[in-house]
């Protein structure tokens, strides 16, 4: 029926009920407005108190103090009070599967940089989870990790040659990965080729040293080193023996270096810290991956409250008696393990006051490293490190979000991606209260940490 049909007043009346009914029917809700938090932007500003945040179609629209604030009446308020709000945390160095992905978001964890996995199901995987139908973190991901021969695992690729180095990068631009990522038997005259054909795409190397060590490793363009790799080999009077031990197996590699540490010239390691902050090589620590693993013989690792958010039959694929067998790891190991933490540390803060950039992470699903929280730990431990909590803070969200090249990521601004996360107490005087989530927000979709967690 048009109004064409009808009789003139037959239609004013029928367009001052419409008029009418429009006024009343509320607007929908296109927004949301957290109200009363206190912000801690990620970008190094003083704590914003009894802030209003509005998100609007997945980006923050406005940051500002509530006082004298007028809300948008399409808004939908939610009372914050008292809470502490921050950016959404980057897990640096992760290992995905389907299973982690929602425990990543219920610990406040809104992005994670994959570096390794099978490439077809992993790239995917990163897929759908970008496309937001599911609850999960943004992915950022390698694809299948670049090895030389013979390769460590069967899922990474081996490279022999320069030109086959060359090939394993091409194919890789190809699938669209956010970076790559190489293996412990790149040796430099592999790495050489390797990054001049990622630099023709403009795409980051990120590499796990075993037979370079790291002051080669940055003087032929590596952008990132995980886990300290190659710092004991460019630190020690005696690299050979690290190469010797690399090629001997991967846990004959792993623990050697493990144990270097301890036996280092603080002297040697300040010189590598420095040269490599110059160099602006980012690294990724992965200092609970240490902590953890020269603890296997701590009941309190073994049982810590964090692992009972692993379901059964991802700790019974973790295996760990079976992997500790495999690396031949004994009891006297784990103390010589636990000697070299310090010196670790103590490289941190020589890269640290030196200028180096530090980026969070945890290589969780690895055996023990939880999906989520193990990056709360990480936090704590760069803290006894020697970073202060905001500085701890920011390699998890600042720095990591430059280390992926997504300056939308990482704080808490007008335009930038709504990721964040709302604590209960203040992580800047106790960086543990980074645990206190109780609600987190991805691609502007708000969660209640205690429902995620009641549907797992
Ligand atoms: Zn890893």
Known sequence: MTARRLGGSTARVLLAALALLQACTPKPKDRIALVGGNVISGAGDPVLRDAVIVVHQGRIETVAPREGFEIPSTAEEVDVTGSWILPGLVDGHAHIERWALSRYVIAGVTTVRDVHGEQDSILALREEANLGGLVAPRVYSAGAMIDGPPATYPSATEVATPDSARRAVDSRAVADVDYIKTYIHVTPALFRPLIDEANTFSIKVTAHLGLTDALTASQLGVAAIEHLSGVPEAASPKPDKFYAEHRAGFFRGWTYFEKS????????????????????????????????????????????PDLRTIPDDQLQRWNLPEMIARAGWTANDYPAFRASRANQDLFL??????????????????????????????????????????????????NAAQLLGADSLGVIQPGKVADLMILGSNPLTDIRNTRTVQRVMVRGQLYNADSLKAGL
């Open 349 to 398: 803060r020589e890269f640290r006051a030196a200028g180096g950039r530090i980026v969070a992470g945890t290589d969780a699903i690895n055996q023990m490293l939880v999906p989520g929280w193990s990056l709360h730990t990480e936090l704590e431990l760069l803290v006894a490190a020697g970073l202060t909590p905001q500085d701890a803070i920011e390699t998890a969200t600042r």
């Open 261 to 304: 540490w301890a036996t280092l010239d603080s002297a040697a390691l300040a010189r590598v810290a420095q040269t490599l902050a110059e160099r602006k090589v980012v690294l990724i620590p992965t200092l609970v991956l240490h902590e953890t693993f020269s603890r296997l013989d701590d009941p309190a690792i073994l049982s810590h």
